[in-house]
């Protein structure tokens, strides 16, 4: 469902998510301090719920510290006995942009999860269906897609603002391989604004950043089941101030203690260097750990920073 009007959300009201619902170029979703939305659970895995900013579209949720906006499950009381270990319940916040990444044309884009671009310079988010321009994110540099034309990237590209957000218990999936990160940013611009968020109790990855350059500051990642922070496809942003801690998975109903890697870099995903190579810049940076020991084969290691696949950057 796309707004195609924009919205206002405001702190008197509670937002469920029914569906996937997207702010589509030109338009702006503009929430209110204080405000909560939901996202509910879902019948089958084509319909899980998520909030999608399209490139050109405009998410304005900026909280304060005493105020903060939550997205959170629909079943979640917001009294404190919802678990952190309860993960997966609905889908999470995506954000599409217009800067640089290094996807190539590799392979045959599939109906779902395309991972290495539907076009150089065009992505598709993981699955996601390619249905139409909504789920893509990057500027086509050369070929043919149904629905794009050929343009430059825009590396200042401005899709809003996140301050004093929390995003919780996301991570629902859309396919086998495939779930939804709690933040995903594909191609985000530095002109955006991310400041003083967490992401708590994430399936998958709690941030995922393909390609962008996007900046973020204070970031929390707690009780993820996958990496704290994942980037890829040429991501070369900064990030300050990030602190991540596991789930212990002792603890009587604890999730099982997963959440890989601190850091799971890449420069791309089939380890083809295209350029340009992910070099970001991350400093104060704290990675708690736990007593997990054995690693999944798409992850190679259980790491407080697994560097692979040809990517570059600093890291303080």
């Not at 699955?127 to 909504?134: E, K, L, R, S, Y």
């Not at 430059?152 to 396919?175: C, M, P, Q, Y």
């Not at 736990?290 to 890291?315: E, P, Q, W």
């Amino acid at each position: 469902y796309q707004l195609t009007s924009g919205a206002t959300f405001t702190c008197n009201n509670t937002y469920i998510l029914d569906k996937k619902i997207y702010v589509p170029a030109g338009q702006t979703l503009s929430i209110a301090p204080g405000t909560v939305i939901k996202g509910a659970a879902a019948a089958t895995q084509a319909d899980q719920t998520a909030l999608v900013v399209e490139r050109g579209g405009k998410i304005m949720a900026a909280g304060t510290e005493s105020c903060p906006i939550v997205f959170t499950a629909n079943a979640d009381p917001m009294d404190g006995t919802y678990s952190v270990a309860t993960i997966g319940s609905w889908g999470g916040v995506v954000i599409l942009g217009k800067a640089t990444n290094n996807l190539v044309a590799a392979n045959t884009p599939q109906t779902f999860g395309s991972k290495v671009g539907m076009g150089v310079g065009l992505g598709l988010i993981e699955g996601f269906n390619n249905t139409g321009a909504h789920n893509r994110y990057g500027v086509l540099q050369s070929g043919s897609v149904a629905g794009e034309t050929i343009g430059s990237f825009d590396d200042n590209d401005n899709s809003g603002i996140l301050k004093f957000v929390s995003i919780r218990h996301t991570g629902a999936i859309l396919e086998v391989g495939a779930e939804i990160n709690g933040l995903t940013l594909g191609s985000v611009g530095r002109g955006t604004t991310i400041e003083h968020i967490e992401v708590v109790s994430g399936a998958d990855d709690q941030i995922e950043l393909f390609g962008g350059t996007v900046n973020m500051k204070y970031v929390s990642s707690l009780f993820g089941n996958d990496d704290m922070l994942d980037y890829d496809h040429g991501y070369t942003g900064k990030i300050q101030f990030f602190f991540g801690m596991k789930n212990d998975g002792i603890s009587a109903g604890q999730a099982s203690p997963d959440n890989d890697n601190g850091i799971e870099a890449d420069s791309d995903d089939n380890a083809a260097m295209s350029a340009p190579v992910s070099r970001p810049t991350i400093y104060n940076a704290t990675f708690l750990g736990n007593s997990k020991v054995t690693g999944t084969a798409d992850n190679r290691a259980l790491a407080a920073i697994n560097a692979k696949d040809g990517t570059g950057g600093t890291i303080v």
